[in-house]
């Protein structure tokens, strides 16, 4: 008698464990979930605070920056997009790129998020500094 004409004594859900979105679906879910909320609350924070120095001159918007507030919402923004975005595409190439060109992708994506994020991040501090330093 071969293994596949025996009786399965496993029910459905135990046979389902560590299969498809049961192993790692709703923890996803709950995370994006979370950082939207978070993501909002800076985005609305970010469009009152450092969105009506867009078209400034450039002394206005250094000295909207070195602002306490202003500087770290801008922070946030520049992190919490980064990570959104980072959380959402790692899903994309784990559903829908071949294997094989999912990981390549993801150490791609992971790169490029931490690039910008420190980019970001480098350029606000840049900003402080040099204000400092004209002060």
């Given at each position: 008698?071969?293994?596949?004409?025996?009786?399965?004594?496993?029910?459905?859900?135990k046979r389902a464990i560590g299969k498809?979105?049961?192993?790692?679906?709703?923890?996803?879910?709950?995370?994006?979930?979370?950082?939207s909320y978070a993501m909002a609350t800076?985005?609305?924070?970010?469009?009152?605070?450092?969105?009506?120095?867009?078209?400034?001159?450039?002394?206005?918007?250094?000295?909207?920056?070195?602002?306490?507030?202003?500087?770290?919402?801008?922070?946030?923004?520049?992190?919490?997009?980064?990570?959104?975005?980072?959380?959402?595409?790692?899903?994309?190439?784990?559903?829908?790129?071949?294997?094989?060109?999912?990981?390549?992708?993801?150490?791609?994506?992971?790169?490029?998020?931490?690039?910008?994020?420190?980019?970001?991040?480098?350029?606000?501090v840049k900003i402080l500094i040099a204000?400092?330093?004209?002060?």
């Amino acid at each position: 008698m071969s293994t596949s004409d025996r009786p399965s004594f496993q029910t459905e859900r135990k046979r389902a464990i560590g299969k498809g979105s049961l192993a790692k679906g709703a923890e996803h879910q709950l995370e994006v979930t979370y950082s939207s909320y978070a993501m909002a609350t800076v985005v609305v924070l970010f469009l009152f605070c450092v969105a009506p120095l867009v078209g400034a001159p450039y002394e206005t918007v250094v000295e909207g920056l070195t602002r306490p507030f202003n500087f770290v919402i801008m922070g946030l923004f520049v992190v919490s997009t980064t990570y959104h975005w980072r959380s959402n595409i790692r899903k994309v190439f784990e559903d829908y790129v071949p294997h094989g060109f999912d990981f390549a992708g993801m150490i791609i994506t992971y790169l490029l998020g931490w690039f910008f994020c420190g980019l970001g991040l480098f350029a606000l501090v840049k900003i402080l500094i040099a204000s400092m330093i004209a002060g």
